[in-house]
């Protein structure tokens, strides 16, 4: 089965989707962290990538990461996240994570628009503007 995840790390929760290539949504979930240590958020995002993979029963074909934040130009870390879980910064999920494939990160509202226009409601549109609004 292939299927993609998709992680968005938000200021009081994690949220997490399983998508096909064909956009069918296999499963979403929402967790509600208060870890007070970000390297408890990155290890309670493992937990929820595991969770996946454990009731679809198969690996992720790939995985991407959205969070408040400067994503780092290389795009593998968040490098900057203004007054939350600035432990996090910088940190390489792809390496956090062992996994072989490259962990892209974007900014959420990036991650949000890219979603919108490729499957979503904006989707075959020229000209979109959305916009985000969250508990940071």
């Known amino acids: ?15 997490a989707v399983a998508i096909t290539p064909s956009g069918q949504i296999l499963r979403q979930e929402h967790f509600v962290f208060d870890a007070k240590q970000p390297m408890a958020w990155a290890a309670g995002v493992n937990d929820v990538i595991q969770q996946f993979e454990t009731a679809l029963k198969h690996p992720a ?13 290389d795009g593998r870390s968040i490098a ?18 062992k996994r072989a494939d490259l962990v892209p990160v974007l900014n959420d509202a990036q991650a949000a628009l890219l979603g919108e226009s490729s499957t979503g409601a904006a989707r075959g549109f020229a000209d979109v503007i959305l916009l985000t609004l969250g508990t940071g």
């Open 80 to 97: 900057h996240m203004p007054g939350r879980l600035q432990g996090l910064e910088g940190l390489i999920w792809s390496d956090f994570l």
């Open 1 to 15: 089965m292939t299927y993609f995840l998709g992680i968005d790390l938000g200021g009081s929760s994690v949220k």
């Open 61 to 73: 074909s790939g995985l991407g990461l959205s969070a408040p934040g400067i994503v780092a130009r």
